[in-house]
């Protein structure tokens, strides 16, 4: 069992910055790849960021943020982070931190937190 606690939400105008923090506690925190969701109001959970299960390890991200976001780990910690910059009202969202045993994730399986609000203001 895995259990995830996001922060690090919050309300920014367009163009700021933020940075979601996701804790995690039980089994080995280096035995899951990380990800990070997000799901806007009337919209399908979509994808944002994954990175593999090593801090410095493999990442991709979603091509609508591309560039602007950037996931890391700190296994010492037992926390991923995502810092996102250059925000947009589009970005709008709760965002879901998801560990999974599997790289690359897939959002189907493992552990998911209670999610996080980012509201981005223009």
């Known amino acids: 069992q895995v259990q995830l606690v996001e922060s690090g939400g919050g309300l920014v105008q367009a163009g700021g910055s933020l940075r979601l923090s996701c804790a995690a506690s039980?089994?080995?925190?280096?035995?899951?790849?990380m990800g990070w969701f997000r799901q806007a109001p009337g919209k399908e959970r979509e994808f944002v960021a994954a990175?593999?299960?090593?801090?410095?390890?493999?990442?991709y991200y979603a091509d609508s943020v591309k560039g602007r976001f950037s996931i890391s780990r700190d296994n010492a910690k037992n926390t991923v982070y995502l810092q996102m910059s250059s925000l947009k009202p589009e970005d709008t969202a709760v965002y879901y931190c998801?560990?999974?045993?599997?790289?690359?994730?897939?959002?189907?399986?493992?552990?998911w937190g209670q999610g996080t609000q980012v509201t981005v203001s223009s």
């Open positions: 998801n560990a999974d045993p599997n790289f690359p994730i897939s959002g189907k399986y493992g552990y």
């Open positions: 039980g089994r080995s925190f280096n035995n899951y790849a």
């Open positions: 990175i593999s299960y090593w801090s410095g390890g493999s990442s």
